[in-house]
C-alpha cells in the first residue's frame, strides 16, 4: 500500500502496546484539559461542553418557534378568529418560518457535529476549539436578540423568503426588515465558522487508520454538509447585503424603475434555501445510517452506495434551487432543466431509505424508543419525498404553489427528514453524555404523540391546500370547506407539542451531564463514540481497522482506556491531538491545543451588538462593538505558533511526529482554503448578479473607462500577489522577523492602490451606485474587494505586530503562509472583478 505522507504503515503493527504505563500520566492528561468551575464555565471550549450547549441552544430556538406555530394555529383554527390581528399574525409566522430553518434546523446539526464528531473520529477535539465557542456564542446572543425583536413589535413580516419589493424601504419603511436581514446575516457567519471546523476536523483529526472508507457514516454527512454550506451560504449573505445596501443607501438592486429586478433575489435566496432543505437532511441521513446499524445489530447494507448517495444529494441539490420559481414565468428551457433536477435529487434520497431498510430487514429489530422514532421517519420523510416528486411536476406546481399543500409537503419533508431523526439521535446518545439514560416507558409515549400529531395537523393541509386556501393568511371565509381540515391541524399541532413537553419532562428528570460515559454504550453499538472517555475525549487514540471498531475487537476499549494506542499521554504538557493525513489518515504531526478563554465569548458578544447596534441605526456605537469584537479576535490568536520546547515527541510505541508544521500539510493551511471558498463563492454571486441585472435592462449600461486604466490596475494586483508568495520565503531564511510582515503590508497596500485607482475611474466616467442597477453592481463588487483589502491590511499589521513581540520565529512560518495565501487570493479577485466589469458587456 502505497503511503499518502511517508508514514510507514508497518509502525501499526506495534499497536496495541505491551506492559503497564507509567504512573501518573492519566492524572496529567486530567488535569490538562480540566474544565473551569462556576462562571469560568461560560470560557470552555471542549466540545463536550460546547457541544451540549449547542445542542440546547438549538433545541430552545425549536421550542420557541414551535409556540409561536400553536399560536398560528390557534388562530387558523375557526374562520374570522380574532386571536392575532393581520400585522402580528405576518410577524409570527415569519419569525415562525426564520427561526426553524436559520436558529434551529441547521445549527441543531452543527451542533451535534461539534458535540459527537471527535468522539466518533477518536480525536481529543476538533481542530479549532476557540472557533466552535465563538460561532456558539455568536449564534446564541445573536439569536436570542433576533427572537426578542417579536415583544417590541419589530420583528421582521415579509416571510422567511423576505421578497422584494415587498421588504424594500416603500413597502417596508421601519427597520422590521433589517433585523431580519443584519440578524440572519450575522447568524450564517456563524455557521459557516461551524462548517470550516466540521471539514477540517473530518478531514485531518480522524484517528490513524481511519481511511475515508471506514469513515462513520456521521462523518461522511457533516463533511458533505459542511461543503455544502460553504458553497451556498454565501448566496444570501450576498443577498442580504445588498437588500440592506438598497434600503440603507438606495442602490437599486431590486428596483425595476433603475434596471434592478427582484428575481434576483429569489435567484440568490432558493440557491442557498433549496439546498438548505439538504443540508439539513444529509446529517439526520448520516445520523439515521449509525443508529439503524445499531439497532438492526448488523453493519450498514450498501455503504459505499450510501456515501455516493449523500454526494450525489449535494451536487445535485445545488441544481434545484429554481425549482420555486416556476409561476415566475422563466423560459421553457430553464423550467424543463429544474423539473428533471427536481425529480432526480430524489433517486439518491431513494438509495439511502433503501439501505435502511435492507439493514433493518438483514438484522434484529431491538424496538427501543431510537428504533420507533427511526421507522416513523422513514414513514414521514417517504410521504414527503412523494408529495415532493408531485410538486416538481410543473403543471402541478402552478396548480399548488403557495397553498397549503407546500406547507404539508414541506413539514413533511422536514419533520420526517430532520426532527424525528433528531428525537431518535436525543434517546441514542444522551447515554454518551448523561450519568443516566432517557426513560425508554416515556420515550415510546412520546413517539406515538408526536407520530400521530404530526399526521393530524399536516396530512389535512394536502386537502385544505388543493381546496384552494393560500398560504400566508391570517384568517378565511365561513363557507369555503377548510373549516375541519383547520381544526383537525390544530388539534394535531397541540399533540404534536404534547409530545415535545413530555420529552422535555423527560430530560429534566434524567438528564445529568457528565464528561465521561457513565450511563455506558446501552444500545451495544460499534463506533468509536461509545469508547471511554473523559474531557480529553479518549485516554489514547486507537487505530482503526474497521468501520465498526467495537465489534470487530471486543478488547479495543480495554486497551484504549489502558493507554495502549497513541498519545495515552500529554507529551508537552498542553492540550493535543494527533493530525492525520485527508486519505489514509497517516499521523503527520501533534497539534497543541488552545485551553479555556473569554475571548471568543467576549468577541461573540461584541460582535453581536455590532449587528444589533447597526440594525437599530446607532452607528457610532456600532463601530466601536466592532471594534471591540475585532481586539477580541485577535486576542485571542495572538499565540498561535507559539515556539515549542520539543520539535518532535513519541506518541507511543516508539512512534515520533514533529510538533509543528506548514503549507498544505497544516491545518490553519487547510482552514484558510475553505474560508478563501467562502469567499470566492460571495464574489461568484456578485457577478451572476453583475451579468443578471445586465441582461434586464442593457440600456441604462454606460461605457466603462478607458482600457489603458485596465492594464494598470490588473499589472498592480499582479505585483500586489508576486510580493505575498515571496514574503512567507523571506521569513523562512530568517532575513529579520519583520521583513515577512512588511514584506505582505507592501502587498496589501498595492492592492489597496489599484482598489482606489479603479474606483476612481468609474467616478470620473459619471458611474453612480444609486443611479442604475449598473452602478449599483459595480460599486457592490468594489465594496466587498475593499472588505478582503482592509481585511489583509489588519493580517499584516497583527503578524507586524506579533514578530516585534517576540511570538512569532522564523522557524514557525503558519501565519505567514496562511496570510500570503489570502493576499494573492484578494488579488487574483481584484484583478478578475475588474476584468469583469469593464470588458463585459464592453463599449457600446
Not at 212 to 224: E, I, Q, T, Y
Not at 573 to 590: C, D, K, M, N, W
Not at 609 to 621: C, D, E, H, R, V
Request: net charge neutral.
Amino acid at each position: 500500500m502505497t503511503s499518502e505522507t511517508g508514514f510507514d504503515p508497518r509502525l501499526f503493527d506495534r499497536f496495541p502496546t505491551e506492559g503497564p504505563r507509567p504512573a501518573g500520566e492519566l492524572e496529567e492528561l486530567e488535569r490538562v484539559w480540566r474544565a473551569p468551575t462556576g462562571w469560568g464555565r461560560l470560557t470552555v471550549v471542549n466540545n463536550n461542553y460546547i457541544g451540549v450547549y449547542y445542542v440546547g441552544a438549538a433545541f430552545l430556538f425549536f421550542v420557541l418557534a414551535g409556540a409561536l406555530a400553536l399560536v398560528m394555529r390557534v388562530q387558523l383554527a375557526l374562520p374570522l378568529n380574532g386571536v392575532l390581528p393581520q400585522e402580528t399574525y405576518n410577524q409570527v409566522f415569519t419569525m415562525h418560518g426564520t427561526v426553524m430553518m436559520f436558529l434551529f434546523a441547521v445549527p441543531a446539526v452543527e451542533a451535534l457535529g461539534v458535540l459527537l464528531l471527535p468522539q466518533m473520529l477518536a480525536a481529543r477535539d476538533l481542530p479549532f476549539p476557540r472557533l466552535s465557542a465563538y460561532a456558539f456564542w455568536a449564534y446564541l446572543v445573536g439569536g436570542l436578540c433576533f427572537f426578542a425583536s417579536i415583544f417590541f413589535g419589530l420583528a421582521p413580516d415579509g416571510g422567511w423568503f423576505m421578497y422584494p419589493p415587498l421588504t424594500s424601504k416603500a413597502f417596508s419603511p421601519g427597520i422590521n426588515a433589517d433585523f431580519w436581514l443584519l440578524g440572519i446575516g450575522f447568524i450564517e457567519i456563524s455557521a459557516i465558522a461551524g462548517a470550516i471546523e466540521i471539514i477540517v476536523g473530518v478531514l485531518k483529526t480522524r484517528a490513524p487508520g481511519m481511511t475515508l472508507d471506514k469513515m462513520p457514516m456521521f462523518a461522511w454527512a457533516m463533511l458533505v454538509f459542511a461543503a455544502m454550506i460553504i458553497i451556498g451560504f454565501p448566496a444570501i449573505i450576498l443577498g442580504t447585503l445588498l437588500l440592506e445596501l438598497e434600503r440603507a443607501l438606495g442602490w437599486p438592486f431590486f428596483d425595476p424603475l433603475l434596471g434592478g429586478d427582484p428575481l434576483l433575489w429569489q435567484h440568490l435566496f432558493w440557491f442557498f434555501g433549496h439546498p438548505e432543505v439538504y443540508i439539513i437532511f444529509l446529517p439526520a441521513a448520516g445520523l439515521m445510517s449509525m443508529m439503524v446499524a445499531t439497532v438492526a445489530r448488523t453493519p450498514l447494507v450498501g455503504y459505499r452506495l450510501v456515501v455516493l448517495a449523500l454526494l450525489a444529494t449535494g451536487f445535485i441539490s445545488f441544481g434545484v434551487w429554481a425549482h420555486h420559481m416556476f409561476a415566475t414565468g422563466m423560459p421553457t428551457i430553464s423550467v424543463s432543466f429544474f423539473s428533471a433536477a427536481s425529480m432526480a435529487v430524489s433517486v439518491p434520497a431513494g438509495v439511502q431509505v433503501f439501505a435502511w431498510i435492507a439493514t433493518l430487514a438483514g438484522g434484529r429489530i431491538r424496538w427501543t424508543t431510537p428504533a420507533l422514532f427511526i421507522v416513523g421517519s422513514m414513514v414521514v420523510f417517504v410521504m414527503g419525498g412523494l408529495t415532493g416528486v408531485m410538486v416538481a411536476m410543473v403543471p402541478f406546481d402552478w396548480q399548488a404553489h403557495d397553498t397549503y399543500f407546500i406547507v404539508a409537503h414541506l413539514h413533511y419533508v422536514l419533520i420526517g427528514g430532520m426532527v424525528f431523526p433528531l428525537f431518535a439521535a436525543f434517546y441514542y446518545w444522551t447515554p454518551m453524555i448523561s450519568r443516566r439514560a432517557l426513560s425508554e416507558r416515556v420515550g415510546r409515549w412520546v413517539f406515538g404523540l408526536m407520530f400521530t400529531g404530526m399526521h393530524v395537523a399536516f396530512l389535512p393541509m394536502h386537502l385544505t391546500g388543493l381546496m384552494g386556501m393560500p398560504r400566508r393568511v391570517y384568517t378565511y371565509l365561513p363557507g369555503r370547506g377548510w373549516e375541519l381540515p383547520n381544526l383537525m391541524s390544530t388539534v394535531g399541532a397541540f399533540l404534536l407539542a404534547a409530545g415535545v413537553l413530555l420529552f422535555i419532562v423527560d430530560l429534566v428528570r434524567n438528564f445529568r451531564f457528565t464528561a465521561g460515559d457513565e450511563a455506558g454504550n446501552v444500545f451495544g453499538a460499534g463506533t468509536l463514540e461509545w469508547l471511554p472517555t473523559g474531557l480529553y475525549s479518549t485516554r489514547s487514540i486507537p487505530r482503526v481497522q474497521g468501520r465498526y471498531p467495537l465489534w470487530d475487537d471486543p478488547d479495543l476499549s480495554r486497551d484504549v482506556e489502558e493507554g495502549r494506542y497513541f498519545l495515552p499521554r500529554t507529551a508537552t504538557g498542553l492540550r493535543e491531538t494527533i493530525i492525520t493525513s485527508p486519505l489514509r489518515a497517516e499521523p503527520q504531526y501533534v497539534q497543541s491545543m488552545p485551553g479555556p478563554s473569554a475571548w471568543p465569548v467576549l468577541g461573540a458578544v461584541f460582535t453581536a451588538g455590532f449587528f444589533l447596534l447597526l440594525t437599530i441605526q446607532a452607528y457610532w456605537p456600532g463601530v466601536v462593538s466592532g471594534v471591540l469584537a475585532v481586539i477580541c479576535v485577535l486576542r485571542w490568536m495572538w499565540e498561535t505558533d507559539r515556539p515549542m520546547p520539543a520539535t518532535d515527541i513519541d506518541i507511543g510505541a516508539g512512534i515520533r511526529v514533529p510538533t509543528y508544521v506548514t503549507g498544505p500539510a497544516s491545518h490553519g493551511w487547510w482552514a484558510m482554503v475553505v474560508l478563501l471558498t467562502v469567499a470566492g463563492m460571495v464574489f461568484l454571486m456578485a457577478g451572476f448578479s453583475y451579468v443578471f441585472l445586465w441582461s434586464r435592462r442593457p440600456d441604462l449600461w454606460i461605457d466603462p473607462p478607458a482600457l489603458a486604466w485596465l492594464a494598470a490596475i490588473v499589472a498592480a494586483y499582479a505585483v500586489s500577489a508576486g510580493l505575498a508568495l515571496a514574503a512567507p520565503r523571506l521569513g523562512r531564511r530568517g532575513h529579520g522577523r519583520l521583513w515577512g510582515p512588511l514584506l505582505m503590508g507592501l502587498a496589501a497596500a498595492l492592492a489597496l492602490s489599484a482598489w482606489a485607482v479603479d474606483l476612481q475611474t468609474w467616478t470620473a466616467a459619471g458611474l453612480r451606485p444609486s443611479a442604475s442597477s449598473q452602478g449599483a453592481t459595480v460599486f457592490a463588487i468594489l465594496s466587498w474587494q475593499a472588505v478582503l483589502l482592509a481585511t489583509g491590511l489588519l493580517m499584516a499589521g497583527f503578524l507586524a505586530a506579533r514578530a516585534v513581540a517576540g511570538v512569532m520565529h522564523p522557524s514557525r512560518p503558519a501565519s505567514l503562509d496562511t496570510v500570503s495565501l489570502f493576499l494573492v487570493f484578494t488579488a487574483a479577485q481584484g484583478a478578475l472583478g475588474v476584468l469583469l466589469v469593464r470588458l463585459f458587456p464592453g463599449a457600446g
